[in-house]
């Protein structure tokens, strides 16, 4: 049960991850005038540098169960719950509780430390 929540855990990440970068780029990005062009092209990098980032912890919490060190699924789940946890914070806290992301990035830090 542990390694199924773990890798709900995971695959919850990337649809979330995934979710996160293609509303990034139809919806905040389209809208948005930021000048000058070189730094809008920073901003969209650093928006899915994290898009990415999210996806590379649901690929790790998706493996560690597969992973015969007992030392490497620890160090995975904490890293991911804090990484998940702040992100699910900082949106809560940005968006005053009124997207959903927060919910969705509580959940996986909830499915996570379930699955220790």
Known sequence: ?????????G?????VALIHGILGETKVFARASIDPERLRTLIRLVWQASTVAWIGGG?????APW????????????????????????NA????????GWMALSAVVA???AGY
């Not at 695959?11 to 649809?15: D, F, Q």
């Not at 806290?93 to 959903?100: K, L, P, S």
């Open 1 to 9: 049960m542990r390694d199924l929540l773990l890798q709900c855990a």
């Open 11 to 15: 695959v919850l990440t990337i649809v």
């Open 59 to 63: 690929v790790l919490l998706i493996a």
């Open 67 to 90: 992973m015969d060190s007992a030392p490497a699924r620890h160090w995975i789940v904490i890293t991911m719950a804090c990484v998940f946890g702040f992100s699910a914070f900082a």
């Open 93 to 100: 806290w940005a968006t005053r509780g009124r997207h959903f």
């Open 111 to 113: 499915m996570t430390v």
